[in-house]
C-alpha cells in the first residue's frame, strides 16, 4: 500500500516536472535602458544531434557568452528597438501561401537581405524562402529567403559562417511586457503531411515566445 | 429533460385524482401547493431574466446572425427556466416535505404509485410538443436569418436576400487566417474589415488541417477544410472590432490563432479597400489567381509525407507554385 | 455449469454428482499467469514490434526524414498488448482451442492475488474494473488540474503550448476511455449476474479479457506522452491526426484496444442479460439498471466497430501511407469526422444511460417507494439507444456537409431529449410522497438530477443551430458535457459505490466521511463548470492555452474549484482506504434494506452467487405494498418442481459420467 | 491491497441440483445463439464502416482522385479471392448439411477443406497487396482497397480459427460421444453445445460470403 503511494507520487512528481520543462529563455534584457538590442537567430537545416537529428531548427545566440543555445525562447526589453539579425543555414522553396513573402511589421517595412532591402519576395523565382520569422500578434513577418539547395549546406547545429548563408536584418520596437509567440509559417517539417508536423509542432524547434519585461 | 417542469408540474396538478379511493383533500395539497410555487417563481424569474439580463447576453447584435442567435438563446432561456425551476422546487419541497427523519405516514406502494397512466402520458405529450415546439422554432431561425451564420458548404442554401453581396475569402493555415477580396482584385491580407449594412459572405477555406472561422461578435462560424469553401453569411449592423478566433484544435498554436477585425461604414470601407489593393499589389500579382477552393500540398516545403514518384498532384493547381519535392 | 469442485468429491447432496477430474497441474502460484508476467509480456512484445517495424519500414523515406517510424511505435503497441494479455493469461485457452481442448475446470480463486488474475468470476473482474476506473479516473483527474492550472493566467504559461494540449488531448482520451466503461464495467459487471439470478456470465472469460485489454489501454494511451503526446484533443479530427507526432499512434491504437474491450463486454452481458435470467424474471420484472446495461450493451456492440473501422483508416494512412483522411489524394477530411461521431454520440448514451440505470435503480430504495413508470423508464433508454444513431451530424452543424440535413439533426437530437427526459418523469415520480432517507447515495442520486438537469438543458441550447454557432467548440460545450458526463456518471458512480461496496467487499464505507465527500465534489464541481458556460459564452474556444484577459476572473474561480474538487477525491480515496483497509466495519448482508435479488444474498457473496436459481416472483420494486411476495424464491424448490425445466431435459446423474476414464474430458457443459 | 478483502471463502460447496445443470445448459446454447448473430452484428457494423468510407470517397471524388483512369486492384487475383471465399462458404454450408444428417466425416473433410481455402484466401490477398498497381495513398479507391485487404485478411483468419476450433473439438469429443450417436446426435451437454457453436460458425461463414461478394462488386465490378 505505502509502497504503491510512493511510487504514484514519484511518477506524478517526475511527470510534472518533465510537463512543466520548456525550453531555456536566451536573455537579451540586459541591456543598457533606452539602447537598442541586437538579437541573432539562426535556421539550421538539420539540427544534427539527438533527440532529433533531422528537424530543422532555430537556435539563438546568447549574448553574454556568444554561444549558440538550442532553443527559441528570448527575452527583449519593453518598448525598445529590437535588431534582428537572422543567419539562414537552410535551402527554400517556393511558398504554399506567398502571403508570407512579404515583410511586414518591421520599421520601414522592409529588411535586408545581405545588406539589400526589400518588401516583397518572389519564392517562385531564385532560391525559395526557406523559413520566416513572424509574431502574428505583432504582425511581424519577414520571409527569411533560402540557400541554393545545391551547395553544401550546413547539416548540424551550430553552424558557422563558413557554410553558405543569407544574412537577413530587420528592426521592430518591442511592445508592452508580456509572452508572445512567435513561429516560422513555411512548412519545413520534412516528412510530416502538409510539412507543418515535428519541428513546426515543437517548442524549441521552430516555434517559441519572444518574452517582453518592462 | 427538456420538460421536467411543465411535466412534474402537470403530475402534481393530477396528483390529485391520482388516490380517488383515498380523502382527496390532503392529497391535492401538495399538488396544488407546488404548481403554485412554481407559477409564482416562474412568473418572476422569466421576466427578470429577459428584462435584465437578455438585452446583455453575448456575442451580442454586431450583426444579424448575432442578433439572431442571442433572440434563440433568449427564447431557450425563457423556457428553460420554468423547468428548471420546476424540477428543482420539486425537489428541494420532497426533500424538506418527505423526509424520513420528520416522520409521517409510510409511503404507498402498489399499481398507483408505480405507474399512473395519466402523469406518464401527460408527460410525454407535453415533452413532445415542447421538443417539437423548439425544433420548428429553431429551424426557422436556422433559414430565416441567412442559415444563422453557420457554414453551409459549397451550395448555400440559406442566402441573404439582398442582391449585393461582397464575398470574402478566409483561408485558415497552421496557424493564422488569411483574408482575400476577390472583389478588389484577390488581395490576400491578414486584417478583416467588412463594411456595415452589407450582406457579407465569407468563403472559408484551408490549406492544410481543419480549422474553424469564428468572428465571435458577428455571429459567424464555419470550418476550414482542405479543398472546400465553406460559405457562411451575415450581415454586419454595428460599427467596433469583433474578434476572430480558431475554434477547432489545429495544432500546437491553436490558442494563439486569432486576430481582431472591423466593421467599417461603408465608404471607410470603400477607402480602405483600395488602399491595400494598390500597397499589396506586389504581391498579389505572385499569388495564384483567385478560386473559391486551393489544392493544399500534403507535402511540406521540402517534399515528403508521400513519396515523390507518386503523382497525383499533376492533375490540379497546387496553391502558390508547384513544389519541387511533389513531382 | 461447468464449475466443479475438485477440492469437495464425494459430498452426498441428492443430485450431486461427483466427477471425475483431471488432476489440476497447479504450479507455484508466482509462476501462473498474474499481472506481474503481463507487464513482462507487454515489455517483450513492445520491444519485439518495435524491432520487427525497424525492420521491414526504416529505410522509407517517412522515418528517415522525420526521425520517427510509425509502423515500429504501432506494431511495438500492438504487440505489446498481445505480450500484456498472454503474460495474463488470456491466450492459453484461444490457443488451446485450437487443437480442440476443452476448457479447464476453473477453480474458484482465492486470496488478493486473484485480483491479478485473469479469472472467470465477475465479481473478481468487477472489483478489477473498479481499481481500473479509478485509476483511470485519477489519472485523468490530474491532467486535468493540470489544464486548470495552466488556464490560471491568460497568458503566463506554465506549460509549453505543445506539452498543454498534449496534455489536453491526453486527459481528454483518458476520461472518455473510463467513461464508457465507469459504471457498466464495474458494476455492471459485478451485479448484473446477480441481479437477473444467475450464477455466472454467458462468456466469463471474454469478460475478464475486456477487463483486462482495457488495462492494457491505459497503458497504451499513456505511452502516448513518451513518444510526444498528440495534439488533436480526444477527437482525433483528421488530417491533423494524420501529421501529428508518434502519440498520435498511441491515440489510434489505444482506442483501438479500448474499443475491442468495449465490444467484449458489451457482447458478454448482452448474452447474460438475454440468456441467463432466472427462472420467473421475465422482461418486465428485469431490475431497471439490467435494461440501462442492456441498452449500453446495444451501444457498446454496434456503435464502437465504427470507431474501430475510423482508428484502423487513421493507422493505415499514418503508417500504410493511404489517403482515407487527405483531401488532395482522393480522401476526405470529413470522413474521420462522420465515422468517429457515429461512433461518439452513442458513445455519449454509452456513458449516460448506465447513470441512469444506476440512479432510478437506487432511488426506490432510499425513498421506500415503488419506482414509478418503470416500463416508461425502459422503453425510454432503448429509445435513447436507437435515437442515437441518428444525431451524430450534430456535431458538424458548422463545418459545411449536408446543410439541407440540419433541420433534420436539429429535430432528432431535440426527440432524444423525450426519452432522456423520462429519467425526471421517473425520478420526480418516485419522490412523490416518499420517505426519503439522506444516506450518501440518496444524497449522490439527487446531486446527480440536478447536475444533469443543467447538462441536459445546455444540450437542447447546443442542438438549436443558431445558438449553436455561437456556443459550439467554446468552453459552453465542454460545461456542458461536463455536467453530463462527471455531474451525471460519475455522480452516479460514486452514489453506486456508496451503495454497493457494502456488498462488494462487505465493508461499510464511512458515513460522515461519505457525506462530506458528497458535499464537497457537489459545490466545488458546480464552482468549477459553472463558470466556464460563461467563459464560453463569452467566446473562450476550448482547448487555447491563451485567453482574452477579461476572462481571468472566471477561469480562475473555475481553476481554484477545480483543485478543490480534485480535494474532495481524495476524502474519497481516504474514506475507501479507512472504511475497507485500515478500519473495516463488517457490513450486514443487506444493510440498505433493499428487496432487489442482489441484496438477498449473503455477504461476502459466494463465487457461485446463488446456492440454489432463484425462481422470481416479481420486480424488485414492491416497497410500500405490505403483503407482497418476496422478490423470489430463493430457491429450495427444485426448478422441475417449478415448471421450469421438464424431466426429460433435466440431465440425470447417470448421463454425467465420464465414458472413459482415461479420457481427459469432462462430459459437463463446458464453460465458454 | 492485502487479505482481509478476500478473507472469507468458507462458503459450502455448490451443489447443483440435474435441473439447474439443464437450465443453464439451456442458456449457454442461448448464448451461443445469441453471440454469434450478435458478432455478425458487430462485423456488419464495422464492414458498413469500411462500406461508408467507399462510397464517401467515391461521391466525393476529390480532386477527380476517386480513381483515376480507373484502375483496380488486379481482377484475377480479386476474382480468385472472392471465389475462394464463396467456395468455402458453400463447402462449409453442404458439410454442415451432412453433419446434420449424422455424417460427421464429410463434414470433418469439408471444414478442414473450408480452413485450407480460407488460408489460400489470404495468402492470395497478402500476395496481391504486394502486387498492386497503385500506390496506397494515390486515389481514394487506393485507399478503401487497403483497407478492405486488411479487414478481408481478417474476417476470413476469424472463420478459419471458429471452424478449426470446432474441428478439433469434434476429433476430441469422438470418443466421448461415440455410445451416445455421435456429435450430430448426442444429447449430452458437450455435443449440445458443439452443435450450437457450430450452427453459429456456419451462419459467419454465410456473412463471409456476402461480405465477399459484396466487396468484390465494390471493388472489382463497379
Same mark, same amino acid.
Given at each position: ?214 | ?132 415546439? $423548439? ?30 453581396? $461582397? ?161 | ?672 | ?222
Amino acid at each position: 500500500m505505502v509502497g504503491f503511494f510512493v511510487v504514484a507520487v514519484v511518477v506524478i512528481v517526475v511527470l510534472v516536472i518533465g510537463f512543466t520543462k520548456q525550453p531555456p529563455t536566451v536573455d537579451y534584457s540586459n541591456a543598457q535602458s533606452g539602447q537598442p538590442v541586437d538579437v541573432t537567430l539562426q535556421t539550421v537545416g538539420a539540427y544534427g544531434s539527438a533527440p532529433h537529428p533531422t528537424w530543422v531548427s532555430y537556435l539563438i545566440k546568447d549574448p553574454s557568452t556568444g554561444q549558440w543555445v538550442h532553443t527559441s525562447y528570448f527575452q527583449v526589453p519593453a518598448h525598445t528597438r529590437v535588431n534582428m539579425t537572422i543567419i539562414q543555414y537552410d535551402s527554400g522553396s517556393p511558398l504554399r501561401n506567398q502571403q508570407i513573402g512579404m515583410v511586414t511589421g518591421t520599421a520601414g517595412k522592409v529588411a535586408l537581405l545581405n545588406g539589400k532591402p526589400f518588401h516583397v519576395y518572389n519564392s517562385n523565382a531564385g532560391n525559395g524562402v526557406g523559413h520566416t520569422f513572424s509574431i502574428p500578434t505583432l504582425g511581424i513577418n519577414v520571409p527569411l529567403v533560402g540557400n541554393n539547395a545545391n551547395a553544401n549546406l550546413c547539416s548540424a547545429a551550430p553552424c558557422t559562417e563558413k557554410s553558405p548563408h543569407n544574412v537577413l536584418k530587420f528592426s521592430f520596437t518591442s511592445p508592452g511586457s508580456g509572452s508572445y509567440p512567435w513561429q516560422c509559417f513555411v512548412p519545413c517539417g520534412l516528412g510530416f503531411l502538409y510539412g507543418n508536423g515535428g519541428p513546426m509542432q515543437t517548442n524549441g524547434y521552430m516555434a517559441g515566445f519572444m518574452k517582453v519585461v518592462a | 429533460m427538456s420538460v421536467a417542469a411543465e411535466g412534474g408540474a402537470v403530475s402534481e396538478g393530477s396528483g390529485a385524482p391520482q388516490g380517488t379511493d383515498e380523502p382527496p383533500r390532503k392529497e391535492a395539497s401538495h399538488g396544488w401547493r407546488l404548481f403554485a410555487i412554481w407559477l409564482v417563481l416562474s412568473a418572476i424569474v422569466d421576466p427578470l431574466y429577459y428584462i435584465f439580463a437578455g438585452p446583455h447576453i453575448p456575442p451580442g447584435r454586431m450583426s444579424s446572425t448575432a442578433g439572431g442567435a442571442v433572440f434563440d438563446f433568449n427564447i431557450l432561456i425563457v423556457l428553460a427556466i420554468p423547468v428548471m425551476i420546476g424540477v428543482w422546487v420539486y425537489m428541494a419541497y420532497a426533500i424538506i416535505q418527505w423526509r424520513a427523519s420528520k416522520g409521517g405516514p409510510e409511503p404507498e406502494g402498489g399499481p398507483l404509485a408505480a405507474n399512473n397512466f395519466k402523469i406518464q402520458t401527460s408527460w410525454i405529450t407535453i415533452t413532445t410538443v415542447l421538443v417539437l415546439f $423548439l425544433a420548428g422554432f429553431g429551424t426557422y431561425e436556422l433559414v430565416q436569418p441567412e442559415g444563422a451564420g453557420g457554414g453551409q458548404g459549397p451550395n448555400p442554401i440559406w442566402t441573404p436576400t439582398s442582391n449585393t453581396v $461582397l464575398p470574402i475569402q478566409v483561408i485558415g493555415q497552421q496557424w493564422k487566417f488569411t483574408y482575400r477580396y476577390p472583389t478588389f482584385g484577390g488581395f490576400e491580407t491578414t486584417q478583416l474589415v467588412v463594411p456595415q449594412g452589407v450582406s457579407i459572405a465569407f468563403h472559408v477555406t484551408s490549406l492544410d488541417v481543419i480549422h474553424d472561422f469564428w468572428a465571435y461578435q458577428l455571429g459567424v462560424k464555419a470550418d476550414a477544410n482542405p479543398n472546400q469553401d465553406n460559405v457562411a453569411f451575415t450581415t454586419p449592423y454595428q460599427l467596433g472590432s469583433f474578434v476572430v478566433r480558431c475554434d477547432e484544435l489545429c495544432g500546437i498554436w491553436h490558442g494563439a490563432m486569432y486576430n481582431n477585425g472591423a466593421v467599417v461604414t461603408k465608404d471607410q470601407f470603400e477607402v480602405w479597400a483600395q488602399t491595400t489593393e494598390k500597397a499589396l499589389a506586389a504581391n498579389t500579382k505572385l499569388l495564384p489567381p483567385f478560386a473559391y477552393t486551393y489544392t493544399p500540398d500534403a507535402n511540406g516545403a521540402d517534399g515528403g509525407y508521400y513519396p515523390d514518384n507518386v503523382d497525383p498532384y499533376s492533375k490540379v493547381e497546387t496553391y502558390g507554385a508547384t513544389q519541387p519535392g511533389s513531382g | 455449469m461447468a464449475i466443479d469442485i475438485t477440492e469437495t468429491p464425494g459430498t452426498d447432496f441428492p443430485g450431486e454428482t461427483p466427477i471425475h477430474q483431471p488432476a489440476m497441474r497447479r504450479g507455484s502460484e508466482w509462476l501462473r499467469p498474474h499481472m506481474g508476467w503481463a507487464v513482462v509480456g507487454a515489455v517483450v512484445g513492445y520491444l519485439l514490434g518495435h524491432w520487427f517495424g525497424n525492420i521491414i519500414y526504416g529505410q522509407n523515406t517517412v522515418p528517415q526524414n522525420t526521425g520517427q517510424n510509425n509502423v515500429a511505435i504501432v506494431l511495438g503497441l500492438a504487440f505489446g498488448v498481445a505480450g500484456w494479455l498472454a503474460g495474463i493469461g488470456a491466450l492459453t485457452y484461444p490457443l488451446a482451442k485450437l487443437v480442440g481442448r476443452e476448457p479447464p475446470p476453473p477453480v474458484p480463486e482465492t486470496g488478493w492475488m486473484r485480483y491479478f488474475r485473469y479469472t472467470e468470476d465477475h465479481k473478481v473482474v468487477g472489483m478489477q474494473y473498479l481499481i481500473g476506473v479509478l485509476t483511470f479516473l485519477f489519472t485523468g483527474g490530474l491532467l486535468a488540474m493540470a489544464i486548470r492550472t495552466q488556464l490560471l493566467s491568460p497568458t503566463t504559461h506554465v506549460f509549453g503550448p505543445d506539452t498543454y494540449i498534449a496534455i489536453v488531448g491526453e486527459h481528454g482520451t483518458i476520461m472518455m476511455m473510463m467513461a464508457t466503461s465507469a459504471v457498466v464495467g464495474p458494476l455492471g459487471n459485478w451485479l448484473t449476474p446477480l441481479m437477473i439470478g444467475s450464477r455466472r456470465m454467458a462468456f466469463p472469460r471474454l469478460e475478464s479479457f475486456s477487463f483486462w485489454i482495457f488495462s492494457a489501454g491505459y497503458l497504451v494511451i499513456l505511452s502516448a506522452l513518451a513518444f510526444g503526446g498528440f495534439p488533436t484533443g480526444w477527437t482525433g479530427y483528421a488530417p491533423l491526426q494524420t501529421q501529428a507526432s508518434g502519440g498520435m499512434d498511441s491515440y489510434l491504437v489505444g482506442f483501438a484496444v479500448i474499443g475491442i474491450g468495449m465490444i467484449a463486454a458489451g457482447f458478454n452481458l448482452a448474452c447474460t442479460i438475454i440468456n441467463y435470467r432466472a427462472p420467473g424474471m421475465t422482461w418486465s420484472r428485469v431490475p431497471i439498471f439490467v435494461w440501462a446495461v442492456l441498452a449500453t450493451c446495444a451501444l457498446l456492440t454496434l456503435a464502437t466497430p465504427s470507431l474501430l473501422a475510423a482508428g484502423y483508416f487513421g493507422i493505415l494512412d499514418r503508417t500504410a501511407q493511404t489517403a482515407f483522411f487527405v483531401t488532395e489524394h482522393g480522401g476526405s477530411s470529413f470522413l474521420w469526422q462522420n465515422l468517429f461521431w457515429f461512433f461518439g454520440h452513442p458513445e455519449v448514451y454509452i456513458m449516460a444511460l448506465p447513470g441512469f440505470g444506476l440512479v432510478m435503480e437506487m432511488l426506490p430504495v432510499f425513498t421506500r417507494k415503488p419506482l414509478f413508470a418503470y416500463r416508461v423508464a425502459a422503453a425510454g433508454m432503448i429509445g435513447v439507444a436507437l435515437l442515437s444513431f441518428f444525431v451524430w451530424q450534430h456535431h458538424l452543424f458548422q463545418s459545411g456537409i449536408n446543410p439541407d440535413m440540419r433541420p433534420l439533426f436539429m429535430l432528432t437530437t431535440e426527440l432524444i431529449s423525450i426519452p432522456t427526459g423520462f429519467l425526471f418523469l421517473v425520478t420526480l415520480g418516485t419522490l412523490w410522497k416518499a420517505k426519503i432517507r439522506f444516506d450518501a447515495p440518496m444524497l449522490f442520486i439527487l446531486g446527480m438530477m440536478f447536475n444533469f438537469l443543467i447538462g441536459g438543458i445546455t444540450g437542447v441550447f447546443l442542438s438549436d443551430v443558431p445558438v449553436d454557432v455561437t456556443v459550439h467548440g467554446s468552453f459552453f460545450v465542454m460545461a456542458h458535457f461536463h455536467y453530463t458526463i462527471m455531474g451525471g456518471l460519475i455522480f452516479a458512480l460514486f452514489g453506486g459505490l456508496y451503495f454497493y461496496l457494502p456488498k462488494m467487499t462487505g465493508k461499510t464505507m464511512n458515513r460522515k466521511l461519505s457525506i462530506w465527500h458528497f458535499w464537497t465534489f457537489f459545490i466545488f464541481f458546480n464552482l468549477t463548470f459553472f463558470p466556464l458556460f460563461l467563459v464560453g459564452l463569452l467566446g473562450q474556444p476550448r482547448r487555447v492555452f491563451e485567453y482574452a484577459p477579461n476572462l481571468q476572473t472566471l477561469n480562475d474561480i473555475s481553476s481554484v474549484s477545480a483543485f478543490l474538487l480534485g480535494a474532495s477525491f481524495l476524502i474519497f480515496i481516504v474514506n475507501f482506504v479507512w472504511s475497507q483497509w485500515i478500519n473495516p466495519t463488517k457490513s450486514p448482508d443487506n444493510p440498505w434494506n433493499s428487496l432487489g435479488l442482489e441484496w438477498q444474498t449473503p455477504t461476502p457473496v459466494p463465487w457461485y452467487n446463488f446456492e440454489r436459481i432463484p425462481v422470481v416472483n416479481s420486480d424488485p420494486y414492491h416497497y410500500g405494498e405490505p403483503g407482497a411476495l418476496p422478490v423470489a424464491d430463493l430457491g429450495r424448490e427444485p426448478l422441475v418442481t417449478a415448471g421450469v425445466v421438464s424431466k426429460e431435459e433435466a440431465v440425470q446423474p447417470g448421463e454425467l459420467e465420464s465414458p472413459d476414464d482415461t479420457d481427459d474430458f469432462d462430459p459437463r457443459p463446458p464453460i465458454l | 491491497m492485502n487479505d482481509r478483502l478476500a478473507a472469507d471463502e468458507s462458503f459450502p460447496a455448490l451443489k447443483e441440483t440435474p435441473e439447474e445443470i439443464a437450465y443453464e445448459l439451456r442458456a449457454q446454447e442461448g448464448a451461443l445463439w445469441t453471440g454469434s448473430r450478435l458478432l455478425i452484428g458487430i462485423w456488419a457494423f464495422g464492414a458498413a464502416g469500411l462500406a461508408f468510407a467507399y462510397f464517401y470517397l467515391r461521391s466525393a471524388n476529390n480532386e477527380q482522385l476517386w480513381r483515376p483512369d480507373g484502375i483496380t486492384a488486379p481482377t484475377g487475383l480479386g476474382a480468385a479471392i472472392f471465389v475462394t471465399s464463396v467456395a468455402c462458404a458453400l463447402l462449409i454450408a453442404y458439410g454442415n448439411r451432412r453433419f446434420r444428417s449424422g455424417v460427421t466425416l464429410d463434414w470433418q473433410v469439408a471444414g478442414w477443406l473450408t480452413v485450407f481455402g480460407a488460408l489460400v484466401a489470404v495468402g492470395l490477398q497478402i500476395y496481391q497487396l504486394t502486387d498492386l498497381p497503385f500506390f496506397p495513398g494515390s486515389s481514394g479507391y487506393a485507399s478503401c482497397f487497403i483497407g478492405w485487404a486488411g479487414f478481408n485478411i481478417a474476417t476470413l483468419l476469424v472463420g478459419a480459427y471458429w471452424l478449426e476450433t470446432l474441428l478439433a473439438r469434434e476429433l476430441r469429443l469422438r470418443r466421448a460421444v461415440a455410445e451416445d450417436g455421435g456429435a450430430p446426435r448426442s444429447a449430452l451437454p458437450a455435443a449440445r453445445l458443439f452443435r450450437a457453436n457450430l450452427e453459429g460458425a456456419t451462419y459467419f461463414w454465410g456473412f463471409i460470403a456476402l461480405l465477399a461478394l459484396f466487396f468484390w462488386a465494390l471493388f472489382y465490378v463497379l
